[in-house]
């Protein structure tokens, strides 16, 4: 294993096209389809960062902020931001393009956590985390507070609640 990698190793972007199988009767995309697109493209990010098998530990709040519409070409981009001993912080962002007007919108990200595993299946050591470039840096500074972020807004609505 390599003591380090940098988060463009693991950047990862993959293209849907939404088809009727992925769509509610709306003609809209099927949020556990979208959900599903999300988890994969993650879990290549988080494997092509480790060098390793990498499983879900969590996924936390997804807010669908845009409907993405059959025909539209969905893109799901992932990169790792953050790293523990075992496990992997991910970034991933969903967007929707039009292909015949080019128009293209945000419709949903979320912040997951892997776990890297060895080849016999047991939580492993990661490399490090590090960011060369001032791109990675301030892609690894935006997650860290777009994550910080949510979870104080979690804990707000949760305090609101009790």
């Known amino acids: 294993m390599d ?4 988060l463009s190793d693991s950047f990862t972007e993959m293209t849907e096209l939404l ?9 809209r995309a099927l949020g556990g389809a979208v959900l599903h697109w999300m988890d994969i493209c993650g879990a290549i990010a988080a494997m092509r960062f480790s060098n ?6 969590s996924m936390e709040h997804v807010d669908f902020i ?20 075992t496990s992997i912080d ?3 962002d ?4 039009n292909p015949v007007e080019g128009d293209e919108r945000a419709t949903t990200s979320s912040y ?22 001032e791109a990675e840096a301030a892609l ?12 104080s807004e979690l804990v707000d609505r949760l305090e609101s609640e009790a």
């Open 52 to 57: 390793r098998q990498c499983v879900t530990a």
């Open 66 to 85: 845009s409907p993405i519409d059959i025909g539209e070409v969905v893109v799901v981009e992932a990169y790792v931001f953050n790293v523990g001993r």
């Open 94 to 97: 969903v967007r929707a393009e």
């Open 112 to 133: 997951f956590t892997f776990v890297a595993l060895d080849d016999d299946g047991v939580p492993t050591e990661v490399p490090d985390l590090t960011c060369p470039s």
């Open 140 to 151: 690894r500074d935006d997650a860290v507070e777009g994550r910080k972020q949510q979870l």
């Open 90 to 92: 991910v970034k991933v």
């Open 19 to 27: 088809l009727p199988n992925d769509t509610n009767n709306l003609g």
């Open 3 to 6: 003591e380090t990698a940098t």
